[in-house]
């Protein structure tokens, strides 16, 4: 995968922040009870603040590994519940990782932060 050079925050306005039918499965899903699909979401944001942290944490020490590791996990819970723009930004960082292009690292792990509070403050207003 051939990775593009990102400058901004702005790369990233076209990304939806949830995946609105992934939202609307987890109801169907849930007989539409707000209780679990509130559950759910307070299970997902508080799973991720724990991987924001280990992401920040071994992006200052230059562990790779452990972050790509960690990213590709928050790829996959974050797949789950329909947090796609964290998803997409999660997916770019991994394949930046593994082919070893750290030069756009700080700027997409600032933008995952953003993208991470963004999810957050929206999912809390929808549930």
Do not use: C, P, W
Not at 25 to 34: A, F, G, M, R, Y
Not at 98 to 108: A, H, P, Q
């Amino acid at each position: 995968m051939n990775i593009k050079q990102y400058s901004s925050l702005s790369d990233f306005n076209n990304y939806d922040i949830i995946d609105i039918d992934i939202l609307e499965q987890i109801k169907l899903e849930s007989d539409n009870d707000e209780i679990i699909v509130r559950e759910i979401y307070l299970s997902f944001l508080s799973e991720s603040e724990i991987l924001v942290r280990r992401i920040n944490d071994y992006f200052d020490k230059s562990d790779y590994e452990k972050l790509r590791s960690t990213i590709h996990s928050f790829t996959g819970i974050s797949e789950t519940v329909g947090a796609k723009k964290i998803n997409e930004i999660s997916k770019i960082i991994e394949n930046s990782i593994i082919e070893k292009k750290y030069v756009n690292l700080e700027l997409l792990i600032s933008i995952l932060n953003n993208s991470y509070k963004e999810f957050k403050n929206t999912i809390n207003l929808m549930i």
